[in-house]
């Protein structure tokens, strides 16, 4: 079956450094993929090119490959090639994002319910009462208790869980196709982790949206992932089903990470965690 | 509400904390007022200088003479000039509003103007023009509010002719209304631009650092990422976060704001209430000097508790019954 997004050959520098080299996946409808690396290794990067905001507000530039879209429609079209206007009819709406830090990623100075609200009337075109309506059916959705009093809230005054509720929330408001989790429950508590992780799954069997996870968390990964993208210093160096990545991995990064997880008792005897063996890859 | 409320009546302490000290210190300084009051011609008829000092009772100690002023003070009596021998809250009334007139507008100039080169700048840090603003707020920061005066007196009013060169009003006019306004205004361009603009040249670095940092925000890529047009994104989500630090700064630089304005309405000869304190120091009037004090520092704490109100309006975490 044809896939809903392709990266082909994606390489993405700023200035002289390459942050992403040569890296290509495809990602199915109902598929949720997890890009997994140590940090520097590209996977946010990559993330932030596909919704091509890696050249906004920072100096990363798209310098080569293709990321193949396939539209609603049914028309393939591709992201790089897009121009700027473009690109913000499919933001947050065929395709969205959340990121890691749900605090400093809301604004501070408006209320979470016009945040939301803010995606539904420019992409669905709704007034400000059929987008108020819309945001109570999405805090319901994402299980946002008391979604009347929340929504009239500001970031501050809500606790992690409920602020990456509110960005998931956002993010889904528009019906995406594809859904990018840049690190999603990296800034919250493992509790928390659990009711986000399980949000996301049950949501993705609602919506049919495509998730594209990026972590470093290998308990994510065997959490929600059907397949797994390895990355290492700007490259994939291993790509396949989850289930093979974890029982079989084939490259020794791949296995230096899984053996990095730490397990109950891995302590015992010892005064400090065991160090991370590198592994270098030729370029 | 419960907040500002507290914060006006501390404002009314700190007042009375102002009277208390500025009064003392004109009651230090050498000199006799009574000497002042009779002038050259009658400070050799001691029993003139004695019946002066009887009625307006200088041979009073010093705590009688200042309860008797603050409780003067707050049925609305700020005494009697001993220059004009007229009512100083009145000669007060009549200067105070060119004063609030030429300061809020050089405020507003700079504030406004300078955001807005502040956002521009931010959003093209490389660009030449970023770079010559740069210079610029150098260059404006760095000159004397007086030179700065009579530069452009010597540039728009003396060269092209463009602008008055001092005044308020031109005493040969005579139109209705709109045209007194527009005349007025007209004589309020240069002190206001004289004034309005070391504080332009603070604002826009100011704003231009700050929009910098916020434009590299987290919520300014979600911003993006929801497919917001670029200007909704810079001024909805970023303008409003980034003002915050130039509003904080306007309201606390309103006091040496008010001393400029002493500077530009004697280079511009402005009826204002920086010219009447000018005076009354040299002519040891006093009452008046006392009276500007007062309603300047009245002025400060008004201003203070108006910025409180905006800095709350514009910023939900600063407001009560957040949980962080």
């Known amino acids: 079956m044809e896939p809903l997004l392709s990266v082909r050959d994606l390489t993405v520098t700023f200035g002289s450094f390459t942050a992403v080299d040569r890296v290509s996946f495809d990602l199915h409808e109902g598929q949720t993929l997890a890009v997994v690396g140590e940090s520097g290794s590209g996977k946010s990067v990559t993330a932030l090119s596909i919704m091509r905001l890696v050249e906004l507000g920072t100096r990363g530039k798209i310098e080569n490959g293709e990321i193949l879209f396939r539209q609603p429609d049914g028309e393939v079209i591709d992201l790089v090639q897009q121009r700027e206007d473009d690109m913000r009819e499919i933001r947050g709406n065929a395709i969205s994002m959340i990121f890691q ?10 209320s979470v319910g016009d945040q939301v609200a803010e995606a539904v009337m420019l992409h669905q075109g709704l007034a400000k009462a059929e987008a108020a309506e819309r945001v109570l059916e999405m805090f319901r959705l994402v299980r946002i208790p008391e979604p009347e009093k929340r929504m009239v809230q500001y970031p501050h005054e809500m606790s992690g869980g409920m602020r990456q509720r509110v960005m998931i929330a956002m993010a889904l408001s528009c ?63 291993e790509h396949g089903p989850a289930v093979d990545i974890f029982e079989n991995p084939s ?33 | ?55 307006l009772g200088l041979d009073d100690s010093y705590l009688i003479q200042l309860s008797r002023y603050v409780g003067d003070v707050a049925s609305g009596d700020l005494g009697t000039s001993y220059r004009f021998n007229e009512s100083v809250t009145s000669l007060i009334g009549d200067r105070i509003w060119p004063t609030i007139l030429l300061v809020t507008t050089a405020l507003l100039f700079a504030i406004v103007i300078g955001v807005l080169v502040g956002v521009f700048t931010a959003r093209r840090p490389e660009s030449p023009v970023s770079h010559g603003v740069t210079v610029f707020s150098l260059v404006g920061y760095s000159m004397p509010v007086f030179w700065t005066g009579y530069l452009l007196i010597i540039t728009f009013a003396s060269n092209v002719r463009w602008f008055p060169v001092a005044g308020m009003r031109d005493v040969r006019l005579e139109g209705n209304r709109l045209e007194e306004w527009l005349d007025i205004a007209h004589h309020l361009v240069l002190p206001a631009l004289t004034l309005g603009l070391i504080y332009l040249a603070q604002y826009s670095r100011l704003s231009r650092a700050s929009m910098l940092e916020v434009l590299q925000s987290d919520y300014v890529r979600t911003a993006r990422a929801k497919g917001l047009a670029e200007r909704k994104v810079v001024y909805k989500h970023a303008l409003r976060n980034a003002v915050i630090p130039v509003i904080t700064i306007a309201g606390l630089q309103f006091g040496a704001l008010l001393s400029g304005a002493l500077l530009v309405e004697t280079v511009f000869n402005w009826p204002g209430l920086g010219r009447l304190a000018a005076d009354s120091v040299f002519q040891r009037d006093a009452p008046v000097l006392l009276g500007v004090l007062i309603c300047s520092a009245a002025l ?21 019954g957040g949980s962080t």
Not at chain 1, 189 to 194: E, G, L, N, P
Not at chain 1, 265 to 275: C, D, I, V
Not at chain 2, 15 to 43: E, K, Q, R, T, Y
């Open chain 1, 175 to 237: 019906d995406p196709k594809v859904l990018i989790a840049d690190e999603p429950t990296t800034a919250l508590d493992v509790t928390i982790q659990a009711q986000i992780l399980g949000l996301m799954r049950d949501l993705r069997e609602q919506t049919g949206a495509a998730v594209l996870i990026i972590t470093h968390d290998m308990g994510v990964v065997a959490e929600v992932a059907d397949d797994v993208v390895v990355m290492n210093r700007a490259k994939v160096v």
């Open chain 1, 101 to 110: 830090e749900p605090l400093t990623s809301l604004n501070p100075v408006y």
């Open chain 2, 300 to 320: 400060v704490v008004v201003i203070n508790i108006l910025t409180d109100v905006v800095y709350r309006m514009i910023d939900p975490r600063i407001r009560v």
């Open chain 1, 251 to 283: 490259e020794p990064y791949t296995q230096a990470l899984l053996a990095s997880v730490p397990r109950l008792g891995s302590m015992q005897g010892r005064s400090e965690p065991a160090p991370f063996e590198l592994v270098e890859y030729d370029s």
């Open chain 2, 1 to 55: 509400m419960k907040q500002i409320a507290a914060r006006i009546a501390w404002s009314v302490g700190l007042i009375l904390a102002v009277i208390v000290m500025c009064f003392s210190l004109v009651h230090l300084a050498p000199g006799d007022a009574a000497l002042v009051i009779a002038g050259d011609s009658g400070a050799g008829d001691p029993e003139l200088i004695e019946e002066i000092r009887e009625d």
